[in-house]
């Protein structure tokens, strides 16, 4: 209505515009009444109804007026759609470059972890390798203690 000259009031979900001037309907001013209403989630129904000299127009009293009106509110409902729907593709978009973040820091964790992982098997396998050094260093160290005792019990006697 903000096209139109008028004075606008609105309640809640309805619109009340008097003395608007829409000369595609009628030279002199009419009032219009919209309300707009919660179909499900997603979607929303626009009821407008035109008056003219108090009357609801339709088809039947000025089919020139009424097919103007009409074509106003398609005009209208096309644009709330095509913003709608822009809107949503604003939304959809902004989840999936989240989602795409998302996976590229979990695809940063996973190389971390498969690193950190084989790092571990080599300090693994090196500590498995240096207790065998140490077990061999122990039997060699062993022995050597073995052999200097029998060696000091054969030179003791």
Aim: zero cysteines; proline letters at 1%.
């Amino acid at each position: 209505m903000k096209d139109f000259d008028g004075d606008v009031k609105i309640k809640k979900s309805t619109l009340t515009a008097t003395g608007v001037k829409i000369e595609s309907i009628d030279s002199n001013p009419i009032e219009v009444v919209a309300e707009v209403r919660k179909s499900t989630e997603q979607e929303h129904e626009l009821v407008v109804i035109f008056i003219k000299n108090g009357i609801s127009m339709s088809a039947e009293s000025d089919l020139a007026g009424y097919t103007a009106a009409k074509s106003i509110v398609r005009n209208f409902a096309n644009e709330m759609s095509k913003e709608a729907t822009e809107d949503y593709l604003k939304e959809q978009n902004k989840l999936v470059e989240d989602l795409v973040k998302d996976l590229e820091g979990a695809e940063k964790d996973h190389e971390k972890a498969t690193k950190e992982i084989q790092d571990a098997k080599e300090n693994i396998e090196n500590a498995k390798k240096e207790i065998k050094e140490a077990e061999a260093k122990i039997k060699e160290k062993s022995k050597f203690i073995d052999d200097n005792k029998k060696t000091k019990e054969e030179l003791s006697k």
